[in-house]
């Protein structure tokens, strides 16, 4: 019997994983990384506390004047404006930065810390980054790319996050 529950939940597994669409390949964001690196300002709005992690203040929080949503998701608002743009702009339009999407992580859900925002022509492009899960989504309208962070880059925006943690309560 063991061995038959084995195999079901193994099967069972696989076949969920097989419904799954295929993760976006690096090359899929050049698009993104590409406009970055041309855009002219760049701005960041921080994210709310974590929905699972912080319920209680999520929803204090969400009471606030100055909250908006972007792709379903709350930011304080106004934005900062990059105090390190260059440096956000390698860092983000780096291909090294991201890999192939792995699937959900046991963190809580998905939830973006900061949302890097920019504007080339007459299209908006937002980038949510998530420290928990070590994600990064790239968005416009009507695109949405998911992608893990590679080490580096987290390491790296964890040092360059300082200017624009505001508004968030402590945990």
Known sequence: MPRLLLFFC????????????????VADSDRFRETLLKATEIVV???LPHQYWQADKLEEEL???DVIKIDNFPFYTPALKAVNADELKQ?????????????????????????ITWTVGAITYHAQICLGCHEIVFLTGTTSLKYDMADGMVKRFENLRASYTKKRPAR
């Open 45 to 47: 709005y921080e994210g």
């Open 91 to 115: 860092l983000l339009g780096s291909p090294a930065s991201i890999q192939p999407y792995r699937g959900a992580r046991a963190c809580g859900g998905y939830h973006p810390d900061y949302n």
């Open 10 to 25: 193994l099967s069972f597994g696989t076949a969920w994983a097989l419904l799954e669409p295929a993760p976006p390949s």
């Open 63 to 65: 009471k606030r004047p």
